[in-house]
């Protein structure tokens, strides 16, 4: 069974500039989620997509960020613009529903804001 | 005050020794109880999941929960360098996927 892939695994960009992070979640998941996880922190939830629409965004900042799941498979989660303390590692998980059973990670995608 | 306290480490034990992993947490309402293991440069995964309060045991690991000091604990007996890693204690009210608190990490390492 392929795990949840994600892309792109580093980037590097300028403060102020933008940059998006792609995920696909494993097949038949149908919730999808996005954590930030700090150097030396645990992960931190910024967006739960139940197949296409939003449970809980609460803690995403929506000012600089956004995310969407289109037809309730792949995600993408875009910065713009870019800060400082954004740069961390951004986990794609997915579950196959909010309720029971465990998150599955991807690899993440680390970002460096200079 | 943090939901959720974890000890940074890092910890260091020689091979084949008894590891205890703890985590504190302010919330009396968490139900739901985990420990993931995140190996360097590598998404965390669910290595341990307790409903409630009490004890789990798989293989060489074995997880305690007590609800009435807000103390969860992870063993690792006979440990092995292949367990060197950062351990993540988590809890939720809700369920085992949904608005899960992640506590820092405690970073592990396994001498031979």
């Known amino acids: 069974e392929a795990g949840v892939a994600q892309s792109p695994r580093y980037k590097i960009i300028e403060k102020r500039q933008s940059v998006a992070f792609w995920c696909n979640p494993i097949?038949?998941?149908?919730?999808l989620y996005w954590y930030q996880q700090i150097l030396g922190q645990g992960p931190k939830l910024l967006i739960q997509?139940?197949?296409?629409?939003?449970?809980?965004d609460s803690q995403l900042p929506k000012d600089r960020f956004s995310a969407e799941r289109l037809k309730g498979v792949d995600s993408t989660l875009k910065i713009q613009p870019a800060k400082l303390e954004d740069s961390a590692v951004y986990l794609c998980?997915?579950?196959?529903?909010?309720?029971?059973?465990?998150?599955?990670f991807g690899e993440g995608s680390r970002l460096t804001v200079l | 005050q943090k939901e959720v306290e974890q000890d940074p480490g890092p910890l260091s034990v020689p091979e084949g020794a008894i590891v205890s992993l703890n985590c504190t947490y302010s919330?009396?309402?968490?139900?739901?109880f985990m420990w993931y293991r995140q190996y360097s440069r590598k998404g965390p995964e669910l290595l341990m999941y307790?409903?409630?309060?009490g004890n789990k045991e798989d293989g060489r690991f074995t997880a305690q929960v007590d609800k009435s000091s807000k103390y969860i604990s992870l063993f690792i007996r006979d440990s092995q360098p292949s367990d060197s890693a950062t351990y993540l204690c988590?809890?939720?009210?809700?369920?085992?996927?949904?608005?899960?608190?992640f506590g820092s990490g405690t970073r592990l390492s396994i001498r031979p």
């Open positions: 307790t409903y409630s309060s």
């Open positions: 998980a997915s579950s196959f529903d909010r309720n029971t059973g465990e998150l599955f």
């Open positions: 997509f139940q197949n296409n629409g939003v449970v809980d």
């Open positions: 097949s038949g998941h149908a919730t």
């Open positions: 919330n009396s309402a968490f139900q739901y």
């Open positions: 988590a809890m939720s009210l809700y369920s085992s996927a949904s608005k899960i608190i």
